[in-house]
């Protein structure tokens, strides 16, 4: 607020917040210091599960910086504490995309930080799950990392191509089935399990 009060640029700072409001709501000026103590109380919550539903975020790169800062902090707080924590992150190719793909930018802190988390997160006790129903938009840094992979029914080409590393030479037949599996069913591969396997699971 003293540096609003300052005379040469008070007229710039009003045009930035207007601009601000105009294209993010008024909420985006207002409720800041709201949405921080939400945030906090999340991340220092002892709750087994901990939910941050950012569905009535409308504008989806407010909602991929937002997320990029609960995971810079979720992270920061692993690193310092070694805290046990899961992140499960639904719809990752928004917060970690792969390079290149149309109107997605890997400029954003969600993205730095996911492939952080994926790399280095086990060293601190700290978890990831992916879930994505494009797995080729997902980064293919982040997909590498994953050591557990449950694969559900996929149909376009690009898809099942960024998946197919995790199908081994006796597993291809595996691979053809995937645009045909029923809701439900899935393959299972990676370190936790003994050996790759069909799975079907009722939703």
Not at 83 to 108: N, Y
């Amino acid at each position: 607020m003293k540096l609003y009060s300052c005379g040469d640029i008070k007229d710039t700072i009003s045009d930035f917040l207007d601009l601000l409001s105009h294209y993010n709501g008024n909420e985006a000026i207002k409720n800041q210091t709201h949405v921080c103590n939400l945030i906090n109380k999340g991340i220092n919550s002892e709750k087994q599960v901990v939910l941050f539903d950012l569905k009535d975020i409308v504008i989806l790169d407010s909602r991929i910086n937002l997320v990029g800062l609960i995971l810079k902090e979720i992270f920061n707080v692993s690193r310092h504490f070694h805290q046990k924590r899961l992140i499960v992150l639904e719809e990752a190719h928004h917060f970690s995309p792969e390079r290149g793909v149309d109107h997605i930018s890997t400029d954003k802190i969600s993205f730095q930080v996911s492939r952080q988390i994926a790399l280095e997160g086990r060293k601190f006790s700290l978890g990831l799950v992916a879930i994505t129903q494009r797995p080729a938009n997902l980064s293919k840094y982040v997909l590498s990392q994953m050591n557990t992979q449950a694969i559900f029914r996929l149909v376009t080409k690009n898809d099942i191509d960024a998946i197919s590393p995790f199908f081994g030479p006796y597993e291809q037949d595996y691979l053809g089935l995937l645009p045909s599996l029923k809701t439900g069913s899935f393959y299972l591969t990676g370190i936790a399990v003994g050996f790759p396997m069909m799975c079907s699971i009722k939703l």
